[in-house]
């Protein structure tokens, strides 16, 4: 039988990061997935992921974002591929609103200056797309980008076509190893790795009850007024509006702006990717368009479906959910997890690739404490 040192099922951004890390480091890996890149599934699927490098959801992770902003000038100068593009990121919402507020704080807790528009009315005169209630809190961070996700698994992957299994992988723990059984034979592991994004809970059942996936409907739309949305001249934006949070991007590959509602699908299965988004599904993007960032505001041109996979709250540490799970199993630390979604983890990959890497290496290695499983009672 066929053995490797390391065995990683998936290969989206995450398990992609993991074989580059672990190649690098010269060891002997194999990675599974049934999905090529380009189909129109699996959570890293399509152009383009936001990163930033101050977040909302908690200033404990500018640290990881510097980590992977590191590891995407690495990957891009490693592999001759353009894959971040820096682009600033404007955030705004209702005077006094937490999102706001939070990106602000990261950015101060990090020491760096904030510039540029503080409110709707000085956003509008920068940015002519925009139409923000002229007292609306603004923020805007100019070291974000647009991460390039499709074209960065590409440059994880490149040169790896003999590490690369193009099939579905089970797991059977033995004794002497961790069995991987595909329809294309069998290989005995000595670790794993599971990033099976929103399928990781029908490889590793005792993740079930913490994971909810939802289904996220994401539109392209044509610019009212081009010249306001170009990319050089308009930002990522992010804004919590009266409908929920909407996020876009400025129209860098001529096919629109493409937004969405930020978490707000319906509970689905990790096989429920049909039917397309309908336009009820996107009725609060285009009327946010059509209200905050008239520029932008055309009709449909593409449509797409993504999954969440969404983490919920922990019921022995204390957090707020949609935290990733990156850790070993504590029945058997052979096997390491990796659930970093919730609609936030694109940006961390060359980051969470790096940490898998090390703790493949090191049995020892214990991630940090937000992302470790034993903040569920059921893992304790
Ligand atoms: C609409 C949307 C917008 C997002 N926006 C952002 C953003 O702006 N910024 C950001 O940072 N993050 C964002 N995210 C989150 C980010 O995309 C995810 O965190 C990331 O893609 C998760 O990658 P993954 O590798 O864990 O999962 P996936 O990409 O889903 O990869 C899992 C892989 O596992 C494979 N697999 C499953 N089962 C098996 C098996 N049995 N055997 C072998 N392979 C298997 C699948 O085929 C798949 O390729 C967004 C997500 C969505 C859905």
Same mark, same amino acid.
């Given at each position: ?10 290969? #989206?951004?995450?398990? /992609?990061?993991?074989? @580059? ?36 959801? /908690?200033?404990? =992770? ?6 992977? @902003? ?8 490693? /592999? ?21 507020? %939070? ?66 992988? *089970?797991?059977?723990?033995? +004794? ?8 294309? #034979? ?28 939802? %289904? ?6 044509? &610019? ?6 170009? =990319? ?14 909407? =996020?876009?991007? +400025?129209?860098? *590959? ?15 299965? &990790?096989?429920?990717? *049909? ?7 996107? $009725? ?6 059509? $209200? ?15 999954? =969440? ?30 659930? +970093?979604? /919730? ?38």
């Amino acid at each position: 039988m066929q053995r490797c040192d390391v065995g990683i099922i998936g290969l #989206g951004l995450m398990g /992609s990061a993991a074989l @580059h890390a672990l190649r690098r480091h010269g060891c002997d890996v194999l990675g599974f997935d049934p999905l090529t890149i380009g189909e129109a599934r699996g959570s890293s699927h399509g152009s383009c992921r936001i990163f930033r490098r101050f977040n909302f959801e /908690s200033e404990a =992770y500018t640290a990881l974002s510097d980590r992977a @902003h590191a590891g995407w000038q690495a990957l891009e100068s490693d /592999s001759g591929r353009s894959i971040l593009k820096p682009c600033a990121v404007l955030e705004a919402g209702p005077a006094g609103c937490e999102l706001v507020a %939070r990106s602000r704080a990261a950015a101060l807790a990090a020491s760096n200056a904030v510039t540029g528009p503080r409110n709707g009315r000085e956003a509008n005169r920068a940015f002519p797309a925009f139409n923000l209630p002229d007292d609306w809190d603004v923020v805007v961070q100019d070291s974000g980008g647009i991460l390039m996700a499709e074209e960065a698994m590409r440059a994880f992957r490149q040169d790896a076509e003999s590490n690369i299994i193009a099939a579905a992988a *089970e797991l059977r723990p033995e +004794p002497a190893g961790i069995r991987i059984v595909t329809a294309r #034979g069998e290989i005995m592991a000595r670790q794993a790795i599971v990033a099976a994004g929103p399928w990781i809970a029908a490889l590793i059942p005792g993740l079930k009850s913490h994971l909810t996936i939802t %289904r996220q409907a994401v539109g392209w739309f044509k &610019p009212a007024k081009q010249e306001t949305v170009h =990319y050089g001249t308009f930002p990522i934006f992010i804004l919590e509006a009266a409908r929920g949070m909407f =996020y876009g991007f +400025p129209d860098f *590959e001529g096919r629109g702006v493409k937004a969405a509602q930020h978490d707000h699908g319906s509970v689905v299965g &990790p096989d429920d990717w *049909e039917p397309p988004a309908d336009d009820a599904e996107l $009725e609060p993007v285009r009327a946010t368009l059509v $209200e905050l960032i008239p520029g932008a505001a055309g009709p449909i041109l593409e449509r797409d479906i993504c999954l =969440y996979t969404n983490t919920a709250k922990a019921d022995v540490g204390l957090d707020d959910g949609n935290e990733f799970i990156i850790d070993r199993l504590p029945q058997d630390p052979r096997i390491i997890v990796a659930s +970093p979604c /919730s609609g936030h983890g694109a940006k961390f990959a060359t980051a969470i690739g790096a940490m898998l890497a090390d703790m493949v290496l090191d049995p020892k290695l214990k991630t940090p404490r937000p992302f470790r499983l034993d903040r569920f009672s059921s893992f304790a």
